[in-house]
């Protein structure tokens, strides 16, 4: 029986404290609130800036091309050789312009000697008008000796018509050497733009002849060689890029990418910070020069492209490399920080609907509005604040009803909110 007793004793405690735990936990969620997380307002430095990726190139590439066609007959550089202007960096083969700058000369020569025959037949042409002028001042002063002689009766009307012909004759013969001589001045005329035809092709030979010698326009650095010696290029219809040369890979230019929300941030002038992946860890910098206002669209993506000049001067970055830009567009030395997880925050009401709000007026002042929470006498309150820069992390507070090292609600500590459940029966009913 005393084992009996014992056991029975055993069953009614375990019930009297299940009891007790199911009479206590309502009463301790119902009275338990919301622990809340908190974090104080700082002071410190606060940035703005736009990130995006870019691509690095040479400030300026140049592509050495052939304005003529040829076999290459020599290559004086190669990959990563360093060039001067003019210097000689390649040749083609010169004896096909050779040959025609030879025939051009003869044809020069052939133009000039027939310019000079032509000159010697104005020459002789001049004369002759000056002959055929003699001439006919001769018969006018005879047919006039004539006419005198016909008065007085010395002579018959038959001379005198003889002299009037010979006067008519002596005139037409002038007009006759007269056309010869514009003749022969048109032929003078035609010989010596032939000649200025034949001087303009020994020019454009000797110049053709000149360009089988390839030099670089600009100092710098040979970054792509597209040619071989024995190869044959052809300049039918553009000129064909032999060599592609890099000036001055100490002075270099990244291309940013920057979307069109946050183009208006930017301007020249601004810091660029980036990173390529060829050193991790390591940070360079540059400057914005230039932002170009050619849209680019891709996927209904619309942005712009932003230069910013960078300095190599250890020659680390190459043409091409791949860089994770972030452009500093404002900057604040000594700024109050929200933190801004405290300005997504809104407290909750015991069914878990977030409290609601009364619609604010049309504020003003300077910086966008927003809303934090404080707790007062352990209820959370919101304070009204004006907004300025933000580093994705922090937002920088113009005007609010706070202050340095004021605690402001994060959020809700997990677990630390729990639905009060009404018993459904008194402790002890129905047993």
Known sequence: MSRRRA??????????????????????????????????????????????????SALVTVQVGSQISGQI??????FNSEVKKDQIIARLDPDTFESRVAQAEADLHAAESAAEVARGNLVVRQAEVGKAQIALADAERNLERKRALVKQNFISAAELDGAQAALDTAREQLNLV?????????????????????????QQARLDL????????????????????GQTVAASFQAPVLFTIARDLRQMEVNVAVDEADVGRVATGQKLGFTVDAFPGERFSGQV?????????????????????????????????TASA??????????????????????????????????????????IPGRVWVLKDNVPSPVQVRLGVSDGKSTEMLQGDLREGQEIILGVQEGSVRKAVKPSRTFGMGM
């Not at 009364?358 to 910086?367: C, D, L, M, Q, S």
């Open 289 to 321: 020069t230039q932002i170009r206002k050619s849209p680019v669209t891709s996927n209904n993506v619309v942005t712009y492209s932003v230069m910013a000049r960078v300095d190599n001067p250890d020659l680390k970055l190459l043409p091409g490399m």
């Open 73 to 78: 007959q020599d290559i004086r550089v190669d």
């Open 326 to 367: 972030r452009i500093l567009t404002e900057e604040r030395q000594d700024a109050l920080k929200l933190p801004n997880e405290a300005l997504r925050f809104r407290p909750v009401q015991a069914d878990g609907t977030p409290v609601k709000l009364e619609v604010r007026g049309r504020e003003e002042g300077p910086g």
């Open 7 to 56: 056991w029975l004793l055993s069953i009614l405690l375990l019930i009297a404290a299940g009891g007790a735990l199911y009479a206590w936990q309502p009463w301790r969620t119902a009275e338990s609130g919301p622990r809340y997380r908190l974090a104080k307002i700082e002071r410190g430095p606060l940035s703005a800036a736009v990130s995006s990726s870019g691509t690095l």
């Open 178 to 202: 007269r056309a010869d001589l514009a003749v022969t001045q048109a032929q003078v005329g035609s010989a010596r733009a032939q000649v200025s035809q034949r001087q303009a092709g020994l």
């Open 210 to 229: 000149g360009r089988t010698i390839i030099r670089s326009p600009v100092d710098g650095v040979v970054i792509s060689r597209n040619i071989d010696v």
